[in-house]
C-alpha cells in the first residue's frame, strides 16, 4: 500500500453551482477516488483522478447479481474555512459490516479516511458555505470480475464521489407527510437490512413511488414477518416521543445502524431525556397519537440530520403529530447536531474530524 495517493487533476475544471441551486445528489465535483482489490493482491493502486465514466465488461459481477455496497456522510465548512468531517469512523465501520455480509473485502479504517481525505481536499473549494449547504460523500464498492455465476467476485473497485448539496427534502427543515407501507416488504432479518446496499433501497422504490403519487414524502415500513412493528423510514431510521420518552426500533438485523440514529441516542440521554430502543407496534404509536401522549416523531439521517414529520397515515387513516410544526426535541437535536457537525460550537465527544 502506497504511502502518499497520487493525484491526477482535470485539465477541464466545471462551473460550480450556486449555492442557492444546489438541491440534493445533482452535481458531481471534478474528482473522484477509485482504488482496486484482487484475491492475491488486496487494495492497491489508490489514486485521485478526474470525475468520469467507469469501464465494466458486461459480464461485471455486480451488474448480475448486485454484489455492491455504499455509504453517506458529509463534509462542512467551518467558520475558520477549514473542512469538518463528521463520525467518519463510524462509515468506516458500518462499511465493514456491509463487507462482511456481502461478502466483499473489508478496508483498514485508516484507508477509507484516507481515500475520504484525499479526494476532499482535491476538490475542497467545492465544499459550500451557505447554511445548511455541504459537500456529501459517497464511497461505494463493487464487484467488478467478469463471469456469469452466483459466488463472491474475485476482483473489485471502491470509488468515492462527491457532490455539493442543499437540503435533501424540498421541504428543507420544515415538517414532512409519512405513509405507512402495509402491502410491500423492504427488509427481513436474517437478510440484507442491516447492510448498506443497492438492493435494499431498490426494494423500497415502489412504495415510494405509490406515496409520492398520494403526497407523501416518504413511506414508513413495517417489519417483514407480523407487519406491525415500525422498522425505519426509507431513507433514514424513526423516533416517537411518547410520554416525554424517547423511543426508537431496536436494531433487530432487518434495520439499519445510522450513525445520526446514534448520535441523536447519545445526545438526548446526556441530556437526560429518558431513552428506549424497542419494538414499537404502529397501532401502539397511532392509539399514543390518539390519546394525546405521542407529542413528536421525526426521522435521522445523514441526508436530513433530522426530519420532522406532521402526518402518518395508515391503512386509510390520517392523524396529525402535535400541532403539526417542528417538535422541541427534534428542532434542539437539529441545532445541536448541525453546529457541531460544522464548527459553531465545541465537540466534547471529539466527533468532528477536520482536514
Known amino acids: 500500500m502506497a504511502?502518499?495517493?497520487?493525484?491526477?487533476?482535470?485539465t477541464n475544471p466545471k462551473a460550480k453551482p450556486r449555492d442557492e441551486e444546489l438541491g440534493f445528489g445533482r452535481y458531481f465535483t471534478d474528482h473522484m477516488f477509485l482504488m482496486d482489490a484482487t484475491a492475491?493482491?488486496?487494495?492497491?493502486?489508490?489514486?485521485?483522478?478526474?470525475?468520469?465514466?467507469l469501464t465494466l465488461e458486461p459480464s461485471a459481477a455486480v451488474l448480475h447479481y448486485s454484489q455492491e455496497i455504499f455509504e453517506g456522510l458529509k463534509a462542512y465548512r467551518s467558520p475558520r474555512g477549514t473542512t469538518l468531517l463528521f463520525r467518519p469512523d463510524k462509515?468506516?465501520?458500518?462499511?465493514?459490516?456491509?463487507?462482511?455480509?456481502m461478502?466483499?473485502?473489508?478496508?483498514?479504517?485508516?484507508?477509507?479516511?484516507?481515500?475520504?481525505?484525499?479526494?476532499v481536499s482535491t476538490d475542497r473549494d467545492w465544499v459550500p458555505r451557505a447554511p445548511g449547504t455541504s459537500l456529501y460523500i459517497r464511497p461505494a464498492m463493487i464487484a467488478t470480475e467478469p463471469f456469469l455465476g452466483v459466488r463472491p467476485s474475485q476482483s473489485y473497485l471502491f470509488f468515492v464521489i462527491l457532490s455539493p448539496v442543499g437540503a435533501y427534502y424540498a421541504e428543507g427543515f420544515n415538517p414532512v407527510k409519512i405513509l405507512v407501507e402495509d402491502h410491500y416488504v423492504r427488509a427481513v432479518r436474517g437478510?440484507?437490512?442491516?447492510?448498506?446496499?443497492?438492493?435494499?433501497?431498490?426494494?423500497?422504490?415502489?412504495?415510494?413511488?405509490?406515496?409520492?403519487?398520494?403526497?407523501?414524502?416518504?413511506?414508513?415500513?413495517?417489519?417483514?414477518?407480523?407487519?406491525?412493528?415500525v422498522e425505519e423510514v426509507g431513507s433514514m431510521n424513526i423516533a416517537f416521543v411518547i410520554d416525554n420518552?424517547?423511543?426508537?426500533?431496536?436494531?433487530?438485523?432487518?434495520?439499519?445502524?445510522?450513525?445520526?440514529?446514534?448520535?441523536?441516542l447519545q445526545l438526548a440521554r446526556d441530556w437526560g431525556v429518558r431513552v428506549a430502543e424497542r419494538q414499537i407496534s404502529i397501532n401502539e404509536v397511532f392509539t399514543a397519537v390518539k390519546n394525546g401522549r405521542l407529542s413528536e416523531v421525526f426521522g435521522?439521517?445523514?441526508?436530513?440530520?433530522?426530519?420532522?414529520?406532521?402526518e402518518l397515515s395508515y391503512k386509510g387513516e390520517k392523524l396529525a403529530i402535535g400541532d403539526g410544526t417542528v417538535g422541541p426535541l427534534a428542532q434542539r437535536l437539529f441545532d445541536d447536531i448541525?453546529?457541531?457537525?460544522?464548527?459553531?460550537k465545541p465537540d466534547p465527544y471529539e466527533w468532528v474530524a477536520e482536514i
Not at 504511502?3 to 482535470?10: L, N, S
Not at 492475491?40 to 465514466?53: E, I, L
Not at 426500533?249 to 448520535?263: F, H, N
Not at 445523514?302 to 414529520?309: E, H, K, L, N, R
Open 3 to 10: 504511502t502518499t495517493i497520487p493525484v491526477t487533476r482535470t
Open 40 to 53: 492475491d493482491q488486496g487494495w492497491h493502486n489508490p489514486r485521485v483522478v478526474p470525475y468520469g465514466p
Open 91 to 101: 462509515n468506516a465501520a458500518r462499511l465493514n459490516h456491509s463487507c462482511e455480509r
Open 103 to 119: 461478502c466483499m473485502p473489508k478496508m483498514d479504517a485508516e484507508l477509507f479516511l484516507s481515500a475520504i481525505t484525499s479526494v
Open 191 to 229: 437478510g440484507t437490512g442491516d447492510a448498506k446496499t443497492g438492493g435494499n433501497y431498490a426494494a423500497s422504490l415502489a412504495a415510494a413511488e405509490e406515496a409520492h403519487h398520494k403526497g407523501y414524502t416518504q413511506v414508513l415500513w413495517l417489519d417483514g414477518v407480523e407487519r406491525k412493528y
Open 245 to 264: 420518552e424517547l423511543v426508537t426500533p431496536s436494531l433487530d438485523g432487518s434495520t439499519l445502524a445510522g450513525i445520526t440514529r446514534d448520535t441523536v
Open 300 to 310: 435521522m439521517g445523514t441526508a436530513a440530520v433530522i426530519s420532522p414529520v406532521c
Open 338 to 344: 448541525s453546529a457541531i457537525q460544522r464548527g459553531l
